[in-house]
Each structure stands twice: as C-alpha cells, then as structure tokens.
C-alpha cells in the first residue's frame, strides 16, 4: 500500500515538454512496484519517453499497460491502459484510460472491459504548479492528476468487497472525471455471468439526502457512502461522497465506511465530482493510505 503527492507544472507546447509530464507520471505509475502496486506489462509497442513526439489533434502519443498487482491478482486481475496524447489542439493534454481483466501482450485490453473515457483534453496548462496525488492498495487504485479548477480530472478503480470492507473478487467499479464530463462511472461484473454494466454519466453514486450545503452534526462533518451496481448494489469502500465546503481539496479524514475499520481518505474537490444530488457542490474522496 502506498500514495504519493507531487507539485508540478504542467506544459505541453512543445514535443520535450510532453515527454517531461508524461514520463513524470509514467515514473509515479511506476513507483508505486511494491505488494500491493503496481506492475507495468512487458506488452509490446508501449511508449518511449525518450523519443516520443506530441500527437496530433484527438489523437494518442502512445500508451502504457499497468495491472494491480494485489493478493486477488492471481484470481481477479485487473488491467489498465493508460494512453497519453493530445485534445482538440496540440498544446492540450489528453489522457484516456481503459481498464479490463487482462492483456493480449501487445496492447490491447481483453476480457471484461470498461470502455476507453478521457480524463483531461481540454487544457494548455502553465508553468503554474499543481498537486497530484495518487493511492495504490489492495483493490484500489485512484489518481488525481494536476489538481485545478480547469483540470478536473482523475480516475479511480475500487474492488468489491465483503460486509467488513475486505476487498473480493466479484466486481470492480471505475469513474472517470474530466472538466468536460465530471463524473462516469461503470462497473464490471467478475462473477459469472461475467459483464459490463451500463457506463452513465448521470446516475448516482451517492446521495446526499435533501440537497444539504453542509453536513455538520455539531463540531463534526458527514461523508456519504457509495455504491456500485453489479448489478446487485454493493458498497464502494475506497470511495465516499462529501460536500465540498466541508472537505474541500487535499483535505484527508479517517472514517469506517464498511464495516468497523477506521481508513484514510482524501477530498478530491471538482477532481473527482459526485453526480449526487446533480449538483457540483458534492465531490468524492478516494482512499489515500
């Protein structure tokens, strides 16, 4: 288990500093080796950094493919593909990411898969710096990547888990959030039948009862539980809902969402938005220990 944290610029206006965000996030995906973590695959055709030039407009630069390497891999694997290029002008970042139950060894995702969403394409970037963060633990991976009221963006992976919070094998839930589509989110079905849930960028993944503009009880705040569609309903535990006057960005608290376990999490802000309710006032917080 393990999260970082960086503070960065972040500028694509020229093919050398495309190579310098993508391989700094490359180098963080990377880092993150120990049990749980992450492991890059040997896939052919991945990304050089070292000779990788900008992508045209809508269009990748390349991709790199990761798994969570956790207890449950060897019985539940998941995969990612993270793709690196540009949006609608060169200048403009573009990240996409796919996420499936394996990898045919040269790039392609297989298995039961969550479509390709975008998580940022809209944005030239600064020489200003930004904070990122990412977590990795067993069942759980999440990033947020230049945190900043015009980026938006991130993505987490959550694994199912037992009525104690001990993550399984059965399903796994993903969002994905950009400044242009706040939140989708889509849940995969291990369990047979095997299946891909409806991805939908409008249903809930918590409620915040009555459209409250805060939720203090008292000196303490509330966060909301999650839920995925499996397409039982099951809980989210590496996610909770909160309003982001309470828990505005950065901001870590501990809580048991599932079960008696007390467990960190961190404020995501408009970085990881909640279509609770449909209003921007609620964000999520991902686990972060």
Known sequence: MATS??????????????????????????????????????????????????????????YEVYYLNDSLHGTGPIYFKIYYGAGSNVAFFRIRVEVGTGSNGSGTITGTIASVRTITASNAGSATTYASYLCVNTGFVGLLWKTAANFQCGFTICRSCDSDGTPNIKAAHVVWSSSTTPCIHQTLRFESVAAAQTADSNGYVSVVPGYASSSAVGADYQVYLC??????????????CVINADYPLGTTFSCALVGTTARTYLAAGTCLRSPANGSSSYGLAMLYE
């Open 5 to 62: 944290s960086w503070t960065t610029a972040a500028i694509q206006d020229t093919d050398a500093n495309f190579r310098i965000w993508g391989k700094e996030l490359s180098d963080k995906l990377q880092a993150m080796s120990s049990t749980p973590g992450l492991v890059k695959t040997g896939d052919t055709g991945q990304i050089d950094w070292t000779t990788v030039t900008r992508a045209a407009v809508n269009s990748d630069a390349g």
């Open 227 to 240: 839920w995925m569609n499996a397409p039982d309903v099951r809980p989210i535990f590496g996610l909770a």
